[in-house]
Each structure stands twice: as structure tokens, then as C-alpha cells.
């Protein structure tokens, strides 16, 4: 090597030990940061349990079911999310400990695919509602929300009620079982809940889903519940958050109409903001549950805490891809530290403004962690070519005759030391040890996705000269969707079976008398109630078995109370172990039957039954105060031929509910019908009597409906009569 290659890289040495100070120093100060909030969160934890748990029994899931349901709104922005969102409503409605719920799924016209999903959904799960925005697609999440609320403000009106709470979602979130009970807990006198964010964990060389499970891992462990204790302000995470209707309304009233700002690529952590500055109450809701069945439950494995990770908490997947993760992160950069720093400025409170540095110091800390990494690795190369080559030209290392250097290097390395078993106790607490040791090698990782995710998000900045014009870049999600096939409609599986001419469909169809179908072919005899039932249970992918009403074990109707059957229209026929068998004449969807469930104290399942039978089941078994003369005639009379299947068959076609005569004849829309159900109590009032009381219907059309009842019935009186 040349004498001018020599003194060249003796200067770059040089120069490298003055850089090496100060990035040194620069990470000292970020390191003391940290430290901060490290000694706040374990000195709080120690005061708290001399002080508190040792003195106070701690809550478990019991308090949280002494508050009565309240009515709570879903929201799911939802843009090319074809198989996601089918998965997300159908394990939502058969695990979520709750009934008073609805969920509002914001679509766009030019995304007909996700559309159509979400009408197979709506079709299956009556508390599901699609949202179409009024732009095309795809615009900011903020905008699609601003059209779900107004979706929702328009439902309320037209069911007659106020939900309590509003709740964010994104499409392939997993939601806990007992979240919304937590929420309805909490509310009203929170206005921002933000419950914590587990992300699954991949297999072990899946460094770049792995770094989000350290970051939030820590975060919602350690980070949120300290700037909640200091500053009493919540950034909300964008999923598992719930406002209360006070802040919708506070947000609402600010925007002209406009809640969420269409303009941020972060409207959820600006809200958390707005809310503070309006003297508005944030809560970070940690709330661990003793029975794992209620938590999202996973397999414990060696270094997991029971009660920490039995938290009440939103599972997602994040992305496998480092591009997927670079442009996600990229997102929350400019919405955070740019467009968060042009919105929202800083704040007269020095506490405050101290974790807005923390939220926007990520431009310097990555940059810094990227050099050191490069530094380190330059360093690394000059150790490893005097090892493979001892007769190279040795130059002194830039860490010697530097006492400042030394000590900032072994400062730094002790508070790294502190920062990885930090971050390795928190995973570990949440996932166990093998997560909790894989932390620390994903951690030189996270520095690198973070430093491109900086780069990115600064040259858009810089391109479209403004963070504000910057456009949503939405990352793809996953879910572990189970897509189903288009059904056959009835009348159709009924003509491809022989049991109906494409004449006679055509007859029923046009009737001019509105009814269901299935019930129109049974009044004109095109078919009886078993081939119906039959073709139903196919068509819905459901059981069914044939029912008579008046052979039923009185133990098991002793066991179902009035109120659960005429609420839900179901009959108890039969147990499986400890599981109550129960028969509908119709789909019960989910969460009727987890709410069932609940009340019964035991698992249910439902079948089909034959047209009419559950009906004169449930007014032969639980007679109502005010049934009048002609139904208990007729059936005492049927009680007395119970064993004539053809009496029972003609007598049956002719019965007709009230709710879904009022639904299908248009007086109540289907999800307004399912809503009022919800609070309906048989025992108290009639049903015809609590629609009007909720302002659904008036007493002209109720008066209408029971007429239109009656003369359906005439025909099954004067059939028994004939019988008499």
C-alpha cells in the first residue's frame, strides 16, 4: 500500500473517533430518555404494590359483567379486504362476550369485490352493516371513518337509540371476548380507552413481523402506561380504541360535521391530542382476566407470565415484508412526526411536550442507530483484516487516548445492556423466553427498518413539498380468512330438486301479497314443510330435524325461561352432553346464541325446524297473559290430535310471528328489527308495544300488522274448528 493510501486512511481514522464522540454522546442523551421512562414505570410498580395489591383484591372479568349493556358501534375502514372481513364479523359474533353491538363496515363504489363480501356478511349476521363512502377509493382512513360515523348517525336515528361508545377496528383484528365488555365498563366516564396491541408472533427467522411483536410489546407494556400517569394523555393506537359519545360529539362539533381529519395519515393519534386539550379524561386499560377462555387465549410456554398475558388486548398479523413494513412505517412517520408536528405544535405543558420529543425524536434516533451500526460494522472489517492479514499496516484504534470516549462507551453499553433486557422482559412476559431472547438480534433489525421507513417518509415529504398532500399508502392485511361459495337461492334449489316447476316460482315470486317465499310455496302446497326445511338446512349449511311442539321434555322447558325463548324464538328439544339442543324456524345468527349461552349458563346449538312449529311451540309451552281465546282453542285442540302429522302440517303453514310480518312487509327494516330486539322484554310488554315505544313504528301500523296477522291466522281456526 502506498505512503498516500496510508496517511488517507489515517485521517478517515481520525476523523472516525471524533464521529465516534459524537454519536456517543448523541446516544447517551437518547439513552437517558429511555432510562427515564424505565425508573418512572418500576418505581411506580413497586409503590403501587406495596400500596395497592397488597391492599386490594384485584379485579377480575365478575365486575365487569354488573354493568348492563350498553349500545356500542364498531368501525372497519375497509379497502381491498376481500376474505378479511367475512372471517373478522363471523369470529367476532361467535366469540365476543357481548350482544349490544353493531358493526359499520366503511367500503368504497369502485372496490365492488370487498363489497360483495361484505353483503355475504350482512346477509348472515343482521348486527353487520356495509358502508359504501362517498368518494372512490382509496382515499385516507380518516375520510372513511367520517362516512361510517355518518352511517351510524343515521341508524341511530332511525332505531331510536345512542350508542355509548364508538370503537375503532381495523379488518383483520382479532378482538378479544370480553373487550366490549370492558369498553361498556368504562364508559361514559372515560372518553378515550385504548386497550393494548399484541401482534402474533412469526416463526423465529421472521425478523421483520418479530420487530413490531418487541415494539409493541414494550410499548403497551412499559412506554403508554408511564405517559398516561405523568400527562394523563393516551395516544390511541388505531385499533382497540373506544370513544365515548361525548368525544364523538366534542370532535363532531369542532370539524362542522367532520370528525376525523381527512388530511392526517394518523387521525387516530391527533384525536388522542384534540381530546386531551378539551380537558377530556384518556385511559390506557390494562385489564387481566383470571379465566383464559375469555382472553384470546394461547399456548403457555416457558417465561410467560399467566396474568399478564391473560390481558384483554386486539391480536393482528403485521407485515412479513420489509417493503410492506418500510412503506406502513413510513406512513405513521409523516402522519406522527410531521404532519403531528404542523397540526398539533407543542403544548404549554412541559410533561406533555416531553413525550411529543419522544413521538417525533424517531428522524435522529434511527439516523444515529444506522451510523453506529455502519460505524460498528467499519470497525468490525478493520479487526477482521488485521486478524486474516497480521502483516498489514496497523493503525491505533480510534477508542484509544480518549477518556471521554471510554467512559460514554461503557455508559451506553450498560444502558443497552438495561434497553435489551427492557424490551426482552416485556416479550418475554407476553409471548415467553424464546421471543424474549429473539428480541435482542431483532432489535439491530428494527433499527435498520426504521432508519428506511425515516428515508422514505422524508422524500415524500420533501417531493410534495408539504406532509399534509402526502397520499395514504395503505399496507395489505392478513387474516386467516375462510372463504365460502356463492349460495343457491331457494327457489332455484328448489326447482333444481323436482319439487317445484319454474311456472309455479315464478307464480310465488309475484304474488301479490308480501310474504317469504318458503311460506308462499307452503300456502299454495307447491311443497310441504319438510322439503322446505330440508332445502333450507342446505342452502344455510345448517341441521335440521322434524319437530312436534307438543311432545317436548318439561324439564328442558323449564330450563329455557319465557323471556329467552319468545326473545329469540327457540324451543329446547333436546341435550348432547352438557349442550341444550335448541329448534328455530329460521338462522339464529351467533351472537344470539353466545347471548343465549350466557343467560342459560351452558353451551347451546341450534337446528332447523319445520314452518310454524317453533311458533306453536313457544305460544303452546309459554302462553302469554294476553293470548287470546282462538289461539289458546286452537291449541288445545292440536294438543288433543298432537299425533296427527297431516292436522299439524295444515294448521302450521298458517303461522305467522309479528316481527317477521312487520319485516316483511317493509314497516321495519330488518337490522332496525334486530336492534330493538336487543332490549325487548317479553315479560313486561308486548313486542308491537315496544316498537312503539322506541318510536318505530306508530300504533296505526301495529294495529295494521296484528289485522294482517289475524286474517292470516283465520285460515288455521277454521281448520282446527273443522277438527272440533
Known sequence: MSLGWVDFFAYVLFGLKYVAIALALLMFILGLDDLFIDLVYWTRKFIRRWRIYEK???????????????????????????????????????????????????????????????????????????????????????????????????????????????????????????????????????????????????????????????????NHGKDVIVREALTGQVPSAGVGTCFSRRAISALLEDGDGIAFDVQSLTEDYDIGFRLKQKGMKCIFARYSVSD???????????????????????????PRDLQHAIRQKSRWIVGIV???TKNLGWSRKGLLNYFLWRDRRGLIAYLLSFLVNLLFLVLLVMWAVTVISPDSWRYPSILADSSLLSVLLWLNGLMLLNRLFQRGWFVTRYYGLTEGLLS???????????????????????????????????????????????????????????????????????????????????????????????????????????????????????????????????????????????????????????????????????????????????????????????VRHMLEVLERHQDDDALLERVSRHQVLLGNLLQVRGMVPPTLFNQALIDFDAETMSLGEHLISRGMITQEVLQQALADQASEQQAAYRIVREVA
Not at 307438543?550 to 327457540?570: C, E, N, Q, T
Request: net charge negative.
Open 292 to 318: 383464559p377462555k375469555l382472553a384470546l387465549e394461547q399456548p403457555w410456554v416457558f417465561g410467560m407470565n399467566r396474568e399478564f398475558s391473560q390481558v384483554i388486548c386486539v391480536r393482528e398479523h403485521f
Open 56 to 218: 386490594f383484591k384485584r379485579a377480575d372479568e365478575q365486575r365487569l359483567y354488573s354493568i348492563a349493556e350498553k349500545p356500542l358501534a364498531i368501525m372497519v375502514p375497509a379497502w381491498n379486504e376481500v376474505g378479511v372481513v367475512g372471517e373478522m364479523a363471523r369470529l367476532a359474533a361467535s366469540s365476543i362476550d357481548y350482544e349490544n353491538y353493531q358493526i359499520f363496515v366503511g367500503t368504497y363504489p369502485n372496490d365492488a369485490d370487498t363489497q360483495a363480501d361484505v353483503d355475504a356478511v350482512c346477509q348472515h349476521y343482521p348486527n353487520v352493516h356495509k358502508v359504501v363512502c362517498a368518494r372512490p377509493g382509496p382515499t385516507s382512513k380518516a375520510d372513511c371513518l367520517n362516512n361510517i360515523i355518518d352511517a351510524i348517525l343515521r341508524f341511530e336515528s332511525e332505531a331510536r337509540i345512542e350508542f355509548a361508545g364508538f370503537i375503532l377496528h381495523d379488518a383483520e383484528d382479532v378482538i378479544s371476548p370480553m373487550e366490549l365488555r370492558l369498553f361498556n365498563y368504562l364508559l361514559p366516564n372515560k372518553d378515550l380507552i385504548q386497550i393494548p396491541v399484541y401482534p402474533y408472533a412469526p416463526e423465529w427467522k421472521g425478523f421483520t413481523a418479530g420487530h413490531y411483536v418487541d415494539e409493541f410489546a414494550e
Open 440 to 630: 435482542a438480534p431483532r432489535m439491530m433489525w428494527s433499527n435498520f427498518v426504521n432508519f428506511f421507513a425515516n428515508l422514505r417518509a422524508l422524500r415524500q415529504v420533501m417531493e410534495m413539498g408539504d406532509s399534509r398532500r402526502v397520499a395514504w399508502d395503505k399496507t395489505t392485511h392478513e387474516f386467516p380468512a375462510l372463504t365460502k361459495a356463492q349460495r343457491t337461492p331457494l327457489g332455484q334449489r328448489l326447482v333444481e330438486k323436482g319439487l317445484l316447476s319454474e311456472e309455479q316460482l315464478s307464480v310465488a315470486i309475484t304474488s301479490p301479497v308480501r310474504r317469504r317465499l318458503g311460506r308462499e310455496l307452503l300456502l299454495r302446497e307447491y311443497i310441504d314443510s319438510t322439503q322446505l326445511v330440508q332445502a333450507l338446512a342446505e342452502q344455510l349449511d345448517l341441521e335440521w330435524a322434524p319437530l312436534n311442539p307438543f311432545k317436548l321434555d318439561r324439564r328442558l322447558i323449564a330450563a329455557v325461561p319465557r323471556r329467552v325463548a319468545s326473545h329469540y324464538g327457540v324451543l329446547p328439544v333436546g341435550e348432547e352432553g352438557d349442550t341444550l339442543l335448541l329448534a328455530s324456524e329460521g338462522p339464529v345468527s351467533q351472537v344470539s346464541l353466545g347471548a343465549i349461552s350466557r343467560q342459560l349458563q351452558r353451551p347451546v346449538r341450534c337446528r332447523l325446524a319445520p314452518q310454524g312449529r317453533v311458533t306453536l311451540g313457544i305460544r303452546y309451552w309459554y302462553a302469554s297473559p294476553r293470548q287470546n281465546e282462538e
Open 338 to 340: 410531521f404532519q403531528g
